[in-house]
């Protein structure tokens, strides 16, 4: 199965969740973390592999409309779950300054002091972003025969 995580910032604080989600913890060996034209090209991105999930990265001002339109493509197609894509919209908590400091990062004389300010934000928010990973990977983890046996109701359900 394919996993895009979709968030405001994709190779920013996204990054940092798929990265905890795959137990990684460096992020600088990345070359593409902070990279503003990656960020503005909104091109997805392979992070790496776990247990054969691939995991990718996107980022999108609307993170859950992308996880409706890909439902809706899933309906549509018909594919089985193996060659199905998950998606995993993504709200954290401050990722609203960090999305604002990328957008200033494109100012002509002052972005670069922007674009320094995101990365050290995301470097020093990265044990909380890991850890938010690392949830997802426990509630995403779980294989397809459990997860079909699953019943969410409203209410208890009574015998």
């Not at 090209?41 to 790496?48: D, P, Q, S, T």
């Not at 859950?64 to 899933?74: D, K, P, V, Y």
Request: a positive charge; charged letters at 25%; aromatic letters at 8%.
């Amino acid at each position: 199965m394919k996993i895009l995580m979709v968030g405001k910032t994709g190779v920013f604080d996204t990054l940092a969740v798929a990265l905890g989600y795959l137990n990684q913890t460096d992020i600088a060996c990345y070359s593409y973390f902070g990279d503003l034209a990656t960020e503005k090209a909104r091109r997805i991105l392979e992070v790496g592999e776990e247990q054969g999930h691939k995991v990718f990265i996107v980022n999108h001002k609307n993170p859950r409309i992308i996880m409706e339109i890909n439902h809706e493509l899933a309906t549509l197609s018909g594919l089985g779950e193996q060659e199905s894509l998950q998606v995993i919209p993504l709200s954290i908590a401050g990722e609203n300054l960090s999305w604002l400091l990328i957008k200033l990062a494109s100012l002509p004389l002052l972005g670069k002091l922007f674009l320094n300010w995101a990365k050290r934000r995301t470097q020093n928010r990265l044990p909380f972003l890991l850890k938010l990973g690392q949830d997802l990977y426990r509630n995403y983890a779980v294989n397809s025969r459990e997860r079909k046996e699953m019943i969410a109701a409203a209410k208890p359900i009574h015998k």
